[in-house]
């Protein structure tokens, strides 16, 4: 009996997440935005050829970018459902989680331009 509720809750655990899944590449344009780059650069990756080595450090920069504006637009929504007024610290709050996807951004540029730069050169 326990294992069967273990199971139908990881069941349900699945199901919550894919739907959060959606909720986030359906309608927060900042991922969208993100999904689109790494579409493009899944594409521009197939077009040169990267190694199985580049692909790795190229699939984790996407991943790690992805988590980051996810995980910084779950705080947004929660700063907002708590104080949905101008509140200087709230507005704090959100920046420094900005700030949290904009680092996974910044190195998943880097990551790119090592990837990239000596196919060009």
């Known amino acids: ?3 069967s509720n273990f199971i139908l809750n990881r069941i349900k655990a699945i199901k919550y997440a894919a739907k959060g899944f959606w909720i986030l590449i359906t309608s927060e344009y900042s991922i969208i935005a993100q999904v689109i780059i790494a579409v493009i650069v899944t594409i521009i990756g197939f077009i040169m050829n990267i190694s199985a080595t ?7 920069a996407i991943a790690i970018v992805l988590v980051a504006e996810s995980l910084n637009t779950a705080i947004e929504k929660i700063a907002d459902f708590i ?13 420094i989680s900005a700030g949290a996807a904009f680092f996974a951004a ?5 990551i790119g331009l090592i990837i990239y730069i000596p196919k060009f050169i």
Do not use: L, R
């Open 1 to 3: 009996m326990q294992e």
């Open 54 to 60: 580049e692909w790795m450090f190229q699939i984790f």
């Open 83 to 95: 104080h949905p007024e101008y509140h200087k610290q709230i507005g704090h709050i959100k920046d």
């Open 106 to 110: 910044i190195f998943a540029v880097i």
